[in-house]
């Protein structure tokens, strides 16, 4: 066999392993959701809503996203806007999903002057769920914890493909032989 028919079967081999390691990749989604918790013990009626998203299936982790979509308007003036996450201040942002759905959550961010969200984790005025906007007193909110607030699935945001660890030495370790062989066989003089 000439040297060039073996490079031509080494790349061949090669783009094998590859297509074989890269079957095996699959598209990763960020979950997304909706959140809402109604007042109960807060001092102004209504329902808070919002959207959260960047959460992974099966997993705890921070929130990439969260805004706040609707609010009762005695509440006042939303002066930080109504992305949570660009608020000066947060100290929780943990968020569990299985199979789906949210089965955890502990989040708390504030400005640092007037506006503060949290989700089932203490803060104004001994509320569990509430939306503060221009003083601490004025809030709507429940002491509810984790079961006064309503999360329901939105959707899935695609991310860059992520590939399977084992597949991804599979394919590193396929073309490190193949190059391997053929330094190995340019060598020989035939």
């Known amino acids: 066999m000439k040297i060039s028919q073996i490079s031509r079967l080494l790349a061949k081999m090669g783009g094998a392993v590859a297509i074989v390691c890269l079957s095996g990749v699959e598209a990763a989604n960020a979950l997304d959701f909706t959140f809402s918790f ?4 807060g001092s102004v009626p209504g329902t808070v809503t919002g959207t959260l998203g960047g959460l992974n299936d099966n997993a705890t982790g921070a929130a990439t996203s969260l805004e706040l979509t609707s609010f009762p308007a005695g ?25 789906g759905s949210i089965t955890a959550a502990n989040f708390f961010a504030t400005d640092g002057i007037s506006d503060g969200l949290c989700l089932n984790t203490s803060c104004f005025a001994g509320l569990s769920n509430a939306l503060t906007l221009d003083t601490a007193s004025t809030n709507t909110g429940n002491n ?32 490190f032989s193949s190059n391997r062989l053929y330094r190995k066989h340019k060598g020989r003089k035939i």
């Not at 109604?38 to 013990?41: A, E, L």
């Open 75 to 99: 509440l006042g003036t939303l002066e930080a806007g109504n992305n949570v996450l660009a608020w000066s201040f947060q100290s929780a942002n943990s968020f569990t999903v299985t199979n």
């Open 38 to 41: 109604s007042n109960v013990t």
């Open 144 to 175: 509810d914890g984790f079961s006064g607030v309503t999360f329901a699935a939105a959707g899935a945001t695609p991310v860059p493909f992520e590939v399977n660890p084992t597949l991804g030495l599979l394919l590193v370790a396929g073309l």
